[in-house]
């Protein structure tokens, strides 16, 4: 039972690298492929497109596609990536120029995906938000 866990555990970790790929790439039908037809997306509230969004659809219009529009080569860069079991925890850190201000980021992530038969269920991301703010020009008390 150990291994078959083991098994799970680094086809959950390559579930996830392979998205990670996939988004450098802009490949977003792939990326689909990999997304349960009712993932759950939680980005934080203080992050761009923050709040929760049902399917790949919502995803993609709200969260993706502003990246691309808003942010000079935006990426996530990967350092960590820890077996939850069910999932996969994710260390990193984004980095990116905001288009309308010039100013570079680097903001440190920590990000939960849920993954259940080879398939992203759950997002939950956890990352400094006063850095990407102060970046996009927003006034932060």
Known sequence: MNKQHGDMSNTNIET???????????????????????????????????????????????????????????????????DSGDGVFVIGFYEGTYRSTGKYMRADFACEYKVKNGKITAFHQYTDTFLIAEAMGLTVL
Do not use: C
Not at 16 to 34: G, P, S, T, W
Not at 53 to 75: Q, R, T
């Open 16 to 82: 996830v690298k392979r998205m990670y790929e996939l988004f450098a790439l802009k490949d977003n039908q792939a990326i689909k492929e990999l997304f349960d037809e009712h993932i759950e997306w939680n980005q934080m509230k203080g992050f761009p497109g923050g709040g929760q969004y049902i399917g790949s659809a919502a995803i993609f219009e709200h969260v993706f596609e502003g990246f691309k529009k808003n942010w000079l080569d935006w990426k996530a860069t990967l350092t960590r990536f820890i």
